[in-house]
């Protein structure tokens, strides 16, 4: 098991320096800021039932989006990812397929980035409107 520990750990350290190279922020950061974002919208139902939203936008700056056109997909899966375990850990159940998508922006309050989120049953990462429409 030892081993596993080891490669899951890597993995967290290759997508939080992925997460930053391509935000240009601290990784905890942003993903504190979403993980924040999930737990503020979570519904209790009752004592072993937490629904959190599954549906989630990352907005980044323009000019930053097109630089990372060939890696936007990456960054929404490494956040995804840490989402999950987060939620896993907290033993959220999702309201559908999570998702996490990274999309441009024009105006930004803080200049970096604007993370929303919504329960969408059923939803997939395509289902959202490209940047580009």
């Given at each position: 098991m030892g081993t596993l520990k080891q490669w899951e750990q890597a993995l967290e350290r290759w997508q939080d320096a992925l997460v930053a190279k391509f935000v240009h922020s601290e990784p905890v950061e942003l993903l504190d800021k979403l993980r924040g974002e999930c737990d503020n919208h979570v519904?209790?139902?009752s004592q072993t039932r937490?629904?959190?939203?599954n549906a989630y936008e990352v907005e980044i700056d323009s000019s930053l989006h097109k630089e990372?056109?060939?890696h936007v997909r990456q960054v929404g899966q490494a956040l995804m990812d840490s989402l999950a375990r987060h939620g896993e850990s907290r033993g959220y159940e999702w309201a559908g397929p999570l998702t996490v998508r990274v999309t441009a922006a024009v105006h930004l309050p803080n200049g970096r980035y604007r993370i929303a989120c919504r329960p969408m049953p059923h939803v997939r990462a395509d289902a959202f409107p490209s940047a580009s429409e």
């Amino acid at each position: 098991m030892g081993t596993l520990k080891q490669w899951e750990q890597a993995l967290e350290r290759w997508q939080d320096a992925l997460v930053a190279k391509f935000v240009h922020s601290e990784p905890v950061e942003l993903l504190d800021k979403l993980r924040g974002e999930c737990d503020n919208h979570v519904v209790v139902c009752s004592q072993t039932r937490v629904v959190a939203p599954n549906a989630y936008e990352v907005e980044i700056d323009s000019s930053l989006h097109k630089e990372l056109a060939r890696h936007v997909r990456q960054v929404g899966q490494a956040l995804m990812d840490s989402l999950a375990r987060h939620g896993e850990s907290r033993g959220y159940e999702w309201a559908g397929p999570l998702t996490v998508r990274v999309t441009a922006a024009v105006h930004l309050p803080n200049g970096r980035y604007r993370i929303a989120c919504r329960p969408m049953p059923h939803v997939r990462a395509d289902a959202f409107p490209s940047a580009s429409e």
